[in-house]
């Protein structure tokens, strides 16, 4: 309770000295804690706004991998965010081989389809191998010792990548100029960057809701996640539709990796380590198992990375705002359990994880 309470009051006190501030900078408790405030313009307001957006998005792919394994198997896969580097490194090595040949900057369009493939066809790969390999035979045991495997896969993942390309940071090639420019739509200055991230993630979760909702593999994935006891009576072949979820779950990474990679531009062995974590959080955020849940998560958490330091903590004179992003993001974590522990749009179990 008294956690609940001092952190509503934090944020309460921060919200209510962020409106003084934007009222009159100069105002006395601006002046006590925060002299040199100012207040954010109209402008810089929209562009935290559009910042969080595209950063929570792609929390909210790579989400869905941790959202649909958890439905499925009842377990957290915390190798899922090293999925993804590795398709961040997919794309970079393909996008030097086309800027090599000049391709990257003529055809730039048909070269970003033709690294979206084969970064999702890599993650897709590795999350079954991971499966394969690393989960299946340990399908019954206690659910600790999968966990516990998924950890030692994340740590080998991370090593075989720092071995092939070593610890420093590698930079994706330069992008096209119309796509760095800035766009005007409804008075949101975005980049066209950032419109690219925000479009694909529309029709990757398009395609995901289809092919969950619509298609008999979709009902086969939402009948092993209720009862694989079941389902496996019904005809369903258990082992084909885990490796499905898998794949699927893979796949959102490798899309999510690639607009990372043109999103940021650099990669280093580390890359999958925060957003893997912080995608994990937004699944538990959005309530876990819940694909819906986890997008919108996804898009809360990196919302509140990007406006609550200079909405919450800037006003209360607390320093260096910018770099306590992902203080922000564990402290939501923290928020919503406190309130709501099974997730905004609560937790979606199997029949045998219900209490």
């Known amino acids: ?10 944020v309460v006190i921060g919200v209510v000295a962020f409106i003084a501030q934007q009222i009159d900078p100069s105002n006395a408790f601006a002046q006590w804690r925060n002299p040199g405030a100012r207040a954010l313009t109209a402008d810089q307001f929209k562009g935290l706004v559009i910042s ?16 649909m394994v958890y439905g499925v198997l009842g377990f957290i896969n915390f190798a899922h965010g090293e999925v993804f580097m590795v398709s961040v490194y997919t794309g970079y090595i393909a996008s030097h081989k086309f800027a090599a040949n000049g391709m990257w900057e003529s055809n730039f369009l048909l070269c970003l389809v033709i690294v979206l493939v084969l970064a999702t066809t890599v993650a897709t790969a590795t999350a079954i191998l991971m499966e394969r390999i690393a989960y299946r035979p340990l399908r019954n045991s206690p659910r600790l010792i999968p966990l516990i495997t998924s950890i030692g896969v994340s740590f080998f993942l991370q090593n075989a990548v720092l071995g092939f ?12 100029e119309w796509l760095s420019k800035q766009y005007s739509i409804i008075t949101f200055e975005i980049s066209g960057t950032k419109l690219m991230v925000l479009a694909v993630t529309m029709v990757s979760m398009a395609g995901l809701w289809y092919l ?15 009862d694989k006891e079941i389902a496996s009576l019904m005809g369903i072949n258990v082992n084909r539709i885990i490796v499905t979820t898998f794949g699927v779950g893979g796949a959102m990474a490798g899309v999510a990796g690639i607009m990372f990679g043109l999103l940021f531009r650099a990669v280093h062995p580390m890359t999958g380590f925060l957003p893997g974590i912080k995608a994990f959080t937004a699944a538990v955020v959005g309530g876990i198992g819940n694909l819906g849940g986890a997008m919108t998560g996804g898009i809360a958490l990196g919302s509140a990375e990007s406006i609550a330091p200079m909405m919450i903590l ?9 770099q306590l992003k992902d203080a922000v993001a564990f402290t939501v974590l923290v928020m919503v359990l406190l309130f709501k522990p099974s997730g905004l749009f609560g937790e979606q179990l199997s029949s045998e994880d219900r209490p």
Request: aromatic residues 6%.
């Open 165 to 176: 390309f070593g610890p420093s940071t590698r930079s994706y090639p330069q992008l096209p």
């Open 314 to 322: 800037e006003p209360l004179g607390v320093p260096g705002v910018t």
């Open 212 to 226: 969950v909702e619509r298609t008999k593999t979709g009902k086969a994935m939402r009948a092993v996640a209720e």
């Open 52 to 67: 969080g957006l595209s950063q929570g998005v792609l929390y909210g792919l790579i989400a869905l991998g941790y959202s």
């Open 1 to 10: 309770m008294v956690i609940k309470t001092l952190l509503v009051s934090l």
